[in-house]
């Protein structure tokens, strides 16, 4: 059974820092690109970062260059989304998702995606 399950999210101060993680069951990780995506309640859902399956292209929101960081470690299928120096902004449900090799502009084009996990910036 193909899944990916997001975990790490929570409640944080603003300026504090979470580390999200995807962990794929079912395929082989590093076949993919990885998207990371959010969305906050009354907006669509927008693409922060992916990183295709060679790790050669990494891609951010301008929103969060300099605070988040994606990587992977394909011997443990999982996908990593270290966010530091968080924002009330960036409250939102993330989710993450899985497309062949290269990374899409459009969260249709992705084939797999977990359930979603909430992280919330507030004081």
């Known amino acids: 059974q193909v899944q990916l399950v997001e975990s790490g999210g929570g409640l944080v101060q603003p300026g504090g820092s979470l580390r999200l993680s995807c962990a794929a069951s079912?395929?082989?990780?590093?076949?993919?690109?990885i998207g990371w995506f959010r969305q906050a309640p009354g907006k669509e859902r927008e693409g922060i970062s992916c990183?295709?399956?060679?790790?050669?292209?990494?891609y951010y929101l301008d929103s969060v260059k300099g605070r988040f960081t994606i990587s992977r470690h394909n011997t443990k299928n999982t996908v990593y989304l270290q966010m530091n120096s968080l924002k009330p902004e960036d409250t939102a449900v993330y989710y993450c998702?899985?497309?062949?090799?290269?990374?899409?502009?459009?969260?249709?084009?992705?084939?797999?995606w977990g359930q979603g996990i909430q992280v919330t910036v507030s004081s």
């Open positions: 998702a899985a497309a062949p090799r290269g990374c899409r502009a459009y969260p249709g084009q992705y084939d797999y």
């Open positions: 990183m295709s399956s060679s790790t050669d292209y990494i």
């Open positions: 079912g395929f082989t990780l590093g076949y993919y690109a």
